[in-house]
């Protein structure tokens, strides 16, 4: 069944190869992107959604911007790991089309209004425009099928030792998404640390040798400079890419890659050493509602093949 979508997203590198995979996906029917401040400022995230879609051809999918900082919070950015623009590495073409001025929330709300089917959203960066429109349109939750995200971590952070980027960003608003009553499916560090390329894929890619395929693997490249290595590796250890967003998107398109448990899960909202956690029930102690399916595991062959199948789409 084509699943009709709508991508909210901080490109981003990975942000990038989730973009790509949702549009090269028959499984996908891509309505709209609209995008969050997290990688990088607003109008940089807003602008390299617009120049991926040029790169894609597909500047007739509409792009809306969202909120330029969190609900509560100064907005963090990570230009340390994706660069001065959002997306360093690679030249990337100029959007041919004028700018939307419709905004995110009004954008998601007029696509759920008027689709017939419900509409799965997929974030891939801080929850702050989901959670804006979960409280603005609650009428509206019922039209949702599924918010399929990339964030979180039952085990250990990349922020702090407990939180993840993307919800350390917002933390209030991941929470409003937790308690939403929505059907949630989180892909947390547990699952994407091992969604990895490595310099073989990337090789892999280029030889793919479409202006998308080799735009990506110059992506790669530069993401591979700042891609973390784990406290424990030995110099014999090789430590892939974290191919950390597409894992959202290949969820949506192919939901046998990953592995899943229905558990509780709520964010860690106080200014504490724990602040932007998930924390995620894992032996179900409080016996409260299990309301995320939270990933642990992928099948990364599975998961490769649909990154590699994604890039020769653009082949034509
Ligand atoms: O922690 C990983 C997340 O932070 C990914 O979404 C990446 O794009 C960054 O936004
Ligand atoms: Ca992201």
Known sequence: MVRKVILDCDPGHDDAMALLMAIASEEIDLLAITTSAGNQLPQKTFENARKLLALAKREDIPVAAGAAKPL??????ADDVHGESGLDGADLPIPTTSKLSISANDLIAEILKESTEKVTLIATGP?????????????????????????????????????EFNIYVDPEAADIVMQSGVPLAMFGLDVTLKAQLFDTDIKEIREIGND??????????????????????DNQHVEGIHMHDPCAVAFVIDPTIFTTYLMHVEVE??????????VVDYDNVFKKDKNV???????LQKFRKLTMDTMKFFDN
């Open 212 to 233: 998308v395929a080799k735009t990506m693997a110059d992506l790669l490249d530069f993401f591979n400079l700042t891609t973390t290595v784990p406290f424990w590796a």
């Open 269 to 278: 909202t106080s200014n504490t050493l724990a602040l932007g956690s998930t």
């Open 127 to 163: 929850l702050t425009n989901i959670a804006i429109f979960i409280l603005s349109h609650p009428e509206l939750k019922e039209k949702i099928e599924l918010i399929s995200f990339m964030g979180g971590a039952c085990f250990g952070g990349n922020m702090t030792p407990e939180a």
């Open 72 to 77: 509560r919070r100064e907005l963090i950015i």
């Open 293 to 299: 399916a939270v990933s642990f595991d992928l099948d």
